[in-house]
């Protein structure tokens, strides 16, 4: 999965085809005809309500592939608060820190495993903190050994 270019039509598709729910019960859920729900697949983007809808039909948190984006790419709001005077303050809830999916880990454990990314460059370009990541290892060294044996 590539967390960093995003294109939610083919996930849509790909969903539909591994759940194998009926175009008919698709369009009537979505109040659409086939024509629509081709568009969808082709799209990059969608509505936040057709999202969420998709969402429903097709049990799966679509949204949490973009929560995941942003863990990985958008940068930690202590840097940002950093770089301007004075911190604003807003009615919108705060999350007090990133949560790392499973997904989230294998990702980046594979990137290094791989040879993609050296340590260095995981923990510079995702924000990650040393002891975190050499933690992840660790677990992932020792699951790898329980397939092994």
Known sequence: MNFKHIHIGNLIRQKVEESEIDQDRICKFLSC?????????????????????????????FFRIYSQHLILFAPPQNARLNNTKTAI????????KNIYTVEIINFIIEQITSGLKTRTQVMEQYNIPRSTLYRWLIKFQNVEADFIN
């Not at 969808?40 to 983007?45: F, I, V």
């Not at 807003?90 to 007090?96: A, C, D, G, Y």
């Open 33 to 61: 005809n086939e024509v629509d729900v081709q568009k969808m697949y082709n799209a990059q983007s969608l509505d936040c309500d057709i999202l969420l809808r998709w969402s429903k039909l097709l049990e799966y948190d």
């Open 89 to 96: 303050k807003s009615e919108l809830p705060e999350f007090k």
